[in-house]
């Protein structure tokens, strides 16, 4: 019959708190923030089939992955200046994007401080990070800067070499289709 056109939507995940949330119905919700409605999710897995850095929130960088598993489309957003790209960014050299991954959001508050990460697992195997606190390899050092009175971190350089990274990792193992 010709051309058609494909009517399944992509839909979109973000992390909260240590979940996967996803847009939902005032009748079919878990979770209520700022008067919308999300579902609220452990993880989820499937094989990544594109990597981008697009703008965020009031102009900053979010990486967009998209995962597909069988017949579902996912994108999954996450700030290039945050826990969550870090501590997936230093495992990407560790991960096989032609194989099926599955993703784990963490969240936990120790001594009042909020700390968070995403995890991955593939082939029933946790992926260990490459680049470690102990053994940085080429990746460039977080700068300490103070503001206000309190030393805070500068992530540029190293987060523009993750990114490097792993859009290179991505490129070199993506499959042609």
Do not use: C
Not at 8 to 22: D, M, R
Request: charged share 25%; proline share 2%; aromatic share 14%.
């Amino acid at each position: 019959m010709g051309l058609q056109t494909n009517s399944k939507s992509t839909n979109a995940l973000y992390f909260f708190q240590g979940k996967i949330i996803t847009g939902a119905t005032k009748e079919s919700h878990t979770l209520e923030k700022n008067g919308k409605y999300y579902n609220q999710h452990d993880s989820v897995s499937g094989r990544v089939t594109d990597v981008r850095v697009v703008e965020g929130y009031e102009g900053s960088q979010d990486v967009a992955l998209t995962i597909t598993d069988v017949d579902e489309k996912y994108t999954m957003y996450f700030g290039v200046n945050s826990s969550y790209f870090r501590s997936f960014a230093r495992s990407v050299k560790n991960v096989d994007f032609t194989k099926t991954i599955e993703f784990y959001p963490t969240y936990k508050v120790e001594n009042d401080i909020k700390k968070v990460s995403l995890l991955m697992k593939q082939s029933d195997a946790w992926i260990k990070r490459f680049y470690k606190v102990d053994n940085m390899g080429e990746m460039p050092s977080a700068l300490p800067v103070e503001l206000n009175g309190k030393v805070t971190y500068d992530y540029t350089s190293q987060n523009n070499f993750l990114i490097g990274e792993l859009l290179s990792k991505f490129e070199e193992e993506k499959l042609p289709f």
